[in-house]
């Protein structure tokens, strides 16, 4: 069954990959829209795709969860490949209420380089550890990955926003940052160009070191290793000795991987820039012209106002009853309780703006963005560079 789950995952990765496409072509179609739906034939077929792919994956989450008896959102692979799943749930909730194409258009990519980047982590299916043998991991993660997802629709509504209103024929810091945002979602396939690559190589390098405890440990790099871990010793013969030794606060395997997810985003960024001659907002403009600036404003706004109470209810109360149970207090200042207080307390800032300072329009668009960036830099970030309680999510 193992098997049925990673080939349905891989057929909704395949599907929406091909959504994407039929997304774009209803963008460029000239044909007119059906009156009932306001979508055309291209965009039909694209959601068609995408509900398709979404049962899929919702198949392979169903059977890994048969197979593991457990939910599968325990790791980083089974985290974000519900995270992918509930980001396009999202899409086709709003889709459905707002018959817009465009959305797809924005939002497929995202969920695609999220599942991508999630297929880069080990796969296999382990027992839980003590930890997280509680019905609650299915109750505070999925709600908590379902709340960040909604709150994402309104990332790629203000990308959209700032893409169709900023200027591109000047340079300027806004055009400077919104290309920042671009890159970044483009270092995240570079990681997964580059993971590719050294997998298909078989690279690996043995490491023992000395962790925070004071104990003696092995770890097994998978690229070459530019930071390494505190008082190591290389065992790979020829191996490739670390520029930079880490303390033993920092997960230095994983903080490696965010350093060649860098350098893969610089190199992919350059070849596309080489590529198009210009800058990558600008080349996308043209797509986003005939789209109402009102219209998405609204939807990034409704996003966080549906999205910030279920991110309150899994990340924050949930988590914290939980945490009550398992570890006999409901709050400890783990990096992970930080940061998902940190995201609370921002899209709380983003409501209070909106509401009382008409904070509308596109400094809306840059606080939808900023929320984005924080959300993962909570997954990425939080999870695989800095030690704590939660660090068994980054294995």
């Not at 891989?10 to 997304?23: G, P, W």
């Not at 530019?226 to 013969?237: A, R, V």
Request: proline content about 3%; charged content about 15%; aromatic content about 14%.
């Amino acid at each position: 069954m193992i098997i049925l789950s990673s080939n349905l995952l891989y057929t909704a990765f395949i599907l929406y990959l091909v959504a994407t496409l039929f997304f774009g072509g209803s963008i460029k179609s000239k044909k007119n829209p059906d009156k009932k739906t306001g979508t055309n034939r291209w965009g039909k077929i694209a959601v068609s795709l995408t509900i398709i792919g979404f049962i899929s994956q919702l198949g392979y989450f169903i059977t890994r969860w048969l197979v593991a008896g457990h939910a599968p959102v325990s790791n980083m692979f089974e985290f974000t490949t519900f995270f992918g799943m509930a980001l396009v749930g999202a899409f086709l909730v709003l889709y459905y209420l707002y018959r817009t194409v465009l959305l797809g258009l924005f939002t497929m990519p995202v969920a695609i380089l999220v599942i991508a980047y999630a297929s880069m982590f080990p796969r296999e299916v382990t027992p839980l550890i003590p930890a997280l043998q509680s019905d609650w991991l299915k109750i505070h993660v999925t709600t908590a990955a379902i709340g960040e997802a909604i709150l994402s629709i309104s990332f790629v509504a203000g990308l959209i926003y700032l893409v169709k209103t900023i200027n591109q024929s000047k340079a300027s810091k806004r055009t400077f940052w919104l290309e920042i945002v671009l890159f970044g979602l483009i270092m995240t396939l570079g990681f997964v160009l580059v993971s590719s690559v050294f997998s298909a190589i078989d690279y690996q390098e043995r490491f023992t070191w000395i962790d925070k405890n004071k104990n003696k440990a092995i770890v097994e790099y998978t690229m070459p290793a530019i930071t390494g871990p505190h008082n190591y010793e290389l065992e790979t013969k020829g191996g490739f000795k670390p520029l930079v030794e880490m303390p033993a606060i920092i997960n230095a395997k994983k903080l490696n991987s965010v350093i060649w997810s860098l350098i893969g985003g610089l190199l992919l960024y350059g070849l596309i820039r080489l590529c198009l001659r210009k800058r990558i907002a600008a080349a996308i403009q043209p797509l986003v012209k005939n789209i109402k600036l009102d219209f998405v404003d609204e939807i990034g706004y409704r996003s966080v106002l549906i999205g910030f109470p279920v991110f309150t209810l899994g990340a924050l109360i949930f988590a914290m009853i939980w945490a009550q149970m398992a570890w006999t207090r409901f709050w400890g200042w783990d990096p992970k309780e930080v940061w998902a207080l940190i995201t609370w307390l921002f899209y709380a800032a983003f409501l209070h703006l909106r509401l009382s300072k008409g904070w509308h329009g596109e400094k809306s668009a840059w606080l939808a963005v900023i929320g984005f960036v924080i959300i993962m830099f909570n997954l990425v970030v939080v999870n695989l560079v800095i030690a704590g309680l939660h660090s068994y999510a980054g294995s």
